[in-house]
């Protein structure tokens, strides 16, 4: 048995100064997750408009896995830190072991849904048969391959969870780079390669996430001494498992219902045309520029949280949610300026935009960004209630955001004043959710926090 580690610098560090060093590598590295998502929608825009629509079309499939490893990451990681702000070693040992084998049936059960479900969900949305060739082709790969991005990000959370974000800004950096290179080569057939079209692009981003996953787990047994993953004699511990999913499954579903968002709004937009559903693809991969370094923040600020909490220590977390926030509405409003003043330029210079993409996307991105001066503060509040413990705060946020609000009013305006106000849906499904944080931070607040020291 190991000898007790030192005291974690979640509990002792200043507040500006941990926030900052535990979110600016997930910051950086998440810009450059969002980079390669750009450059990977950049290339297949140059096959046809129809291989970057059936590439927007599988975006809910890629928010579903996203959704799934997440949450059960950030149930893995608010129990991780938890444990270990309460000197609970064999707990933190049994969160990062059972996380590892949940990641890995994860991905084999949508490993079966690549297989068996690919065509079936593209002709559910279309009757192209360009648009359904090239969709069953990328999601087929990303599906069959997904144990890619759920070990990475299974394994990235361990990291995260005793401090050590510098890592995973290596091990992302790194994926990312591979994919950004190899994107070009496979697409186009470069340097004596095939010409692989969408199907290299699935596998540039496969091959991007194993290579991840095979640093992020050398980092854990090298650098991370406070967990141990040795999983000799492993069999899955229940309680450990419903404690991770006690607050991994809200946040699993949170995140889902941004998946059944993007398909609902995938078929309201196809009613007009297929361009209008490449510009909201286009809109998902521009403003992850924005959202993903506030999406860093946040991953750096829920483990401190948890923590302290863990610790009962009031005025760390409450110091610590307070700048988050700050951060992020500073980040939401460059990036409001952004889509406000360079909107053209972005569609035109990075997808080849048509006049007809043109005519939609400018004013389209422009509404959708109005919703960005409410966005930071919802995310921020929305993490503090999944780190202490109460993810179904953030479930009903979410749910009340996206399927009680977005879809029924976006489908309104479509049927009533067409596809320009559309778009207006979004912006006013944020005001419903910064109302509605405000009512729970206040609640939450009084009932987990107020009593602490």
Known sequence: MSSTPAENKMGVLPIPRLLITMSLPMMVSMLVQALYNIVD???????????????????????????????????????????????????????????????????????????????????????????????????????????????????????????????????????????????????????????????????????????????????NLKKNHEISLNMKGFRPHAKTIALIYEVGIPSIIMQAIGSVMTFGMNKILLMFSSTAAAVFGIYFKLQSFIFMPVFGLNNGMIPIIAYNYGARNKRRITHTLKLSILIAVCIMIVGLLLFQTMTGFFLKTLFDASDHMLAIGVPALRIISISFLLAGYNIIVSSLFQALGNGVYSLVVSAARQLVVILPVAYILAVCFGLSMVWWAIPIAEVVSFLLCTILLKRIYATRLKALS
């Open 41 to 219: 929608s950049m290339f297949v825009a140059q096959l046809s408009e129809d291989a970057l629509t059936a590439v927007s079309l599988v975006y809910p499939v890629q928010l579903l896995m996203i959704a799934v490893s997440s949450g059960t990451g950030v149930g893995i990681n608010a129990l991780l830190s938890r444990c270990l702000g309460e000197k609970n070693f064999n707990g933190a040992n049994l969160a990062a072991r059972n996380g590892i084998f949940l990641g890995l049936i994860s991905s084999v059960i949508f490993a079966l849904i690549g297989i068996f479900g690919s065509g079936i969900f593209f002709r559910l949305q279309t009757d192209n048969p360009t648009i359904i060739k090239y969709g069953t082709q990328y999601m087929t790969i990303i599906c069959v391959l997904s144990v890619g991005i759920f070990m990475q990000i299974t394994f990235e959370r361990l990291l995260q969870s005793t401090g050590k974000t510098i890592y995973n800004m290596i091990t992302q950096g790194t994926g990312a780079i591979i994919n950004i290179v190899m994107d070009p080569i496979l697409i186009f057939g470069y340097f004596g390669f095939p010409r692989m079209e969408v199907v290299g692009a699935a596998v540039a981003t496969v091959f991007g996430q194993l290579v991840a996953v095979l640093l992020s787990f050398i980092f």
